[in-house]
């Protein structure tokens, strides 16, 4: 049976929100209100729709980016859907990034935008779907209005500097510039430049002198206009450059039916474009074909943008994996201690605010005792948060129709791609391709700097056990327990081999010797597949290494697949359409395909380029 799904956070037992004498909703830790049960909502239709020109300006656009400074309630938000469902224009895709160093739960949310039940039905869909409380970014997907919503939780200059989209309007909504100065000093302003796309507006309640000046300082033209309820003004401020958007790739072929090239392919269509899979051995041939997989995090007490890269992917693939029916097999993996040094970094690592606080728990040996069914000294991390999964349900889910012939090339033709079969004739043309093919990745893409391993995984059938991992991993699969896996670079044999099954056996002795009996006593089968691996352990995702135009690349997931791939696809996706990534800048530069050309331009002394 599954254990409960993820409780709410409780990281705080205090909420930054309260209700003063009259009701209105007030910051904690500010003084200030965050609006008017009266008329906040016609407030912001004021303040921030009109003074945005919406929904004028997104007429015909087929995209369109708003971003805002000061989540707080979701109220600004909750206008801007309201007006985007009724206005939206025919193909349109609104998306949104938030900033909030002080984010509420949802509950609170909930209680107080009940004062709108003309919005009713959208508040309840944003709060059921309400970001965590974790630092870092969050997704939030609404399909229901083709809109895609993304909550930095983090400080203001922090978070403008870790974007990468450019904002087509912008709602400054920071609580006053007398109660919060940190939200309205020039750093912010330079990043809110900075992230405006041409043409840009800008709207704000306050028309403060020193407001106007940081905004005319990076290049706004700003005026004053007439203000609502009991404000007499408000400001608008507007770029006067303006660009035609290009329009976006719309056809694009995905070379991958594994985990890798399923996520993009999601991700692509959600995004609107035209997709065609392509893999010779059909979905899940490869890595992706186990009966069952982990979604756990690389677990860095390091705490910095890998750690956040691992931590951000595996909320936001939990997020998806949850939305698939009979993809969750269980709940919850326990990483055993390995070293005598890993109960202190799980310490570190459970302690960060990275996670969700209810996700990690440090655990002793009558605990690890108790998951495991065997005696054990050892700690243990309980990583509530984490998944076992059903690889074949999340491929069904995603992938679509898939094209079996054999790729054997690609080709720049005519300003398209074109995908060339195995005798060279040609497969499909479009606009863009994004190569997803694990280990079989660098042989169309000859700059990509991937290893192929294999790995044999065992599976005992009749046997279950909870998840857990220490080097080995043990899961439960629908066929049996599943564990192993072996791990042996550039084998490329996928032959299922009884050798292999004894040093899987001895692998799980290690940590599990009562379950590792049980299982030597039974007829064991097995699965044996190539991963890749890049020389530094982490992926490559975005445009192709080379940079030619429209060729872009997702791979190198190593034995994190599936819980890289959703999130990383989703960047891909949003570098090949246009879009924001859902990534901050740092993580981004963790996982650049062209990463490994520059460092070697840095070590002969040369610019990077």
Sequence with gaps: MLPPAAPPDSRSDESPLILDDQGQPRSRLYGDVYFSTEDGLAESRTVFLQGCGLPERWAARRRFTVAELGFGTGLNILALLDLWRETRPPGGRLHIFTVEAHPLRAEAAAAVLAAWPEVADLARLLTDRWPGQARGFHRVDLPEFHATLDVAVMEVAAALRSWTGQADAWFLDGFSPALNPQMWRDEVFAGVAARTAPGGRLATFTVAGAVRRGLQAQGFEVAKRPGHGRKRERLEAWKTDAVIPAPPPSQVAVIGAGVAGAALARALRQGGAEVQVFDAGGPGHGASGNPAALVTPRLDAGLGPLAGLFAQALTRARTLYEAIPGAVLDRGVLQLAHQPKDGDRFARIAASDLFESWSLEVIGGQAVGQWTGEATEGAGL????????????ILSAWLGEVSQGAVSALARRDDRWVVLGA?????????????????????????????????????????????????????????????????????????????????NLETLAQALP?????????????????????????????????????????????????????LLAEHVAAQLLGAPSPLPGEMIDLIDPDRFRRRAQRRAGLAPD
Excluded: M, N
């Design 382 to 393: 309980a990583q509530h948060g984490a998944l076992v999964v059903r690889p074949s349900a």
């Design 423 to 503: 005798a060279g004739q040609e497969l499909w043309r479009g606009d863009a391709v994004a190569v997803c093919a694990g280990a079989g990745a660098g042989e169309l893409l000859a700059q990509a700097p991937l290893q192929a391993v294999r790995g044999q995984i065992s599976l005992a059938p009749g046997l279950d056990a909870r998840a857990a991992a220490w080097g080995g991993y043990v899961a439960p699969s629908p066929d049996g327990l599943v564990f192993g896996a072996t791990h042996d670079r550039d084998d490329h044999g996928s032959e299922v081999r009884a050798s292999d099954h004894g040093r």
């Design 514 to 566: 009562q379950l590792a009996a049980r299982a030597g006593a039974v007829a064991l089968a097995g699965r044996a597949s190539l991963r890749a691996v890049t020389p530094d352990r982490l992926p490559l995702a975005g445009p192709g290494p080379g940079g030619e135009k429209g060729l872009f690349v997702l791979s190198g997931l190593g034995s994190r697949g599936f819980c890289l791939a959703p």
